[in-house]
């Protein structure tokens, strides 16, 4: 397990990953055309309904909000991804297929022609 905070490779650092414990925001997309699922521990009240959306889809694990969080649940979610290769993997493909990595391309697509 290795801890990384305000990174500048994070690209790198999913691809090299089973999966990743995160706070929810805007990693989501960029993990997800890398196909990394996690486990999400909101920090911020806009960060709550993505990630049980997501959750629901079954590509996550969303725990809660950071003040709620005692890490027996964190270590306990862990061990059950662990178990689960095949659904981790899953998941990962899942993930894959949830954006087509044209973000970017989009968002660029919308200004310009504002």
């Not at 003040?67 to 894959?96: E, G, M, V, Y």
């Not at 297929?97 to 660029?108: A, M, N, Q």
Request: net charge neutral; hydrophobic share 45%; aromatic share 10%.
């Amino acid at each position: 397990m290795n801890y990384h905070c305000q990174v500048s490779n994070m690209a790198e650092l999913i691809l090299k990953a089973d999966f990743a414990v995160v706070a929810g925001g805007s990693i989501t997309w960029e993990r997800y055309c890398l196909g990394l699922p996690v486990i999400i521990i909101a920090v911020a009240d806009n960060q709550v309904q993505i990630a049980e959306d997501l959750a629901k889809k079954g590509i996550d694990y969303y725990l809660g909000q950071y003040f709620d969080i005692d890490p027996r649940l964190i270590t306990s979610c862990i061990h059950q991804i662990i178990s689960n290769k095949q659904r981790l993997k899953s998941a990962s493909i899942f993930a894959q297929k949830f954006t087509d990595g044209f973000g970017v391309s989009k968002v660029y697509c919308v200004i310009k022609s504002s």
